[in-house]
């Protein structure tokens, strides 16, 4: 099983460059999410996505679009890269919303520079 | 919104066991417990939940008093590949979906030998 795959594993970006970060899920999950993760910090959650056409959005949203049209994909998109987004980027996926557990995928390690 | 709080990090030695408290007051009725374990460089793993008094997998046992305003992750004979970040999340009812997976800064074990 593949679960939760997200592309690329690194990438370095110039600042007011734009770039999408892919995810795609191979489990049928209704939901899927991006998280963000500064260096010793927690998981802060940037979008979500109820199913298919559905978005919504999360603590951290701003600078950050997302879209859903198929149940598998969910891809993130920074429009114009600022330093302040350098983080590491992680999609999950579950199949319910609450008291669903969540499968990560391993993460995108941007940096703006 | 359910909040949690845990100890921002703990020592332990190989073959001991670890207790990890989480302090969750406003859990609602229909929230679970769900504690997951990130390793350096590694999207979070799920380790275990539970809604009430005592579950146990073949990684952890999960504690919860009656009162469910706490949770205590236990881990037997810790070894040094436990080393890791561990969060405790509880799920709120979505009437604002994007709040009920949210990650704090979980607890640092460190596993010595």
């Known amino acids: 099983n593949a679960g939760v795959t997200q592309t690329p594993k690194f990438r370095i970006l110039k600042i007011g460059q734009s770039m999408t970060l892919q995810c795609t899920q191979d489990?049928?999950?209704?939901?899927m999410y991006w998280y963000r993760q500064d260096p010793g910090m927690g998981l802060k959650l940037i979008y979500y996505?109820?199913?298919?056409?559905?978005?919504d959005k999360g603590e951290v949203p701003n600078g950050y679009n997302v879209s859903r049209s198929t149940t598998e994909d969910f891809p993130l998109r920074l429009e114009l890269a600022a330093p302040s987004q350098t983080s590491v980027y992680f999609c999950?996926?579950?199949?319910?919303?609450?008291?669903?557990?969540?499968?990560f995928g391993s993460g995108t390690q941007l940096s703006v520079l | 919104l359910a909040k949690t709080t845990q100890p921002i990090s703990m020592d332990s030695y190989e073959g001991q066991e670890v207790n990890i408290t989480c302090s969750h007051n406003?859990?609602?009725?229909?929230?679970?417990i769900t504690w997951y374990q990130q390793f350096p460089s590694q999207g979070p793993r799920f380790i275990i939940q539970?809604?009430?008094t005592k579950v146990t997998n073949e990684v952890a046992s999960l504690f919860i008093p009656a009162d469910r305003k706490s949770s205590t992750l236990s881990l037997p004979r810790v070894s040094l590949s436990d080393t890791a970040v561990y969060y405790c999340?509880?799920?709120?009812?979505?009437?604002?979906?994007?709040?009920?997976?949210?990650f704090g800064k979980g607890t640092t074990l460190s596993v010595s030998s």
């Open positions: 406003n859990i609602a009725t229909n929230d679970y």
């Open positions: 539970g809604y009430k």
């Open positions: 996505s109820v199913g298919a056409g559905i978005t």
């Open positions: 999340l509880v799920g709120d009812m979505a009437e604002q979906a994007g709040t009920a997976l949210i």
């Open positions: 999950a996926s579950s199949y319910g919303l609450t008291n669903e557990k969540l499968f």
């Open positions: 489990m049928n999950h209704n939901y």
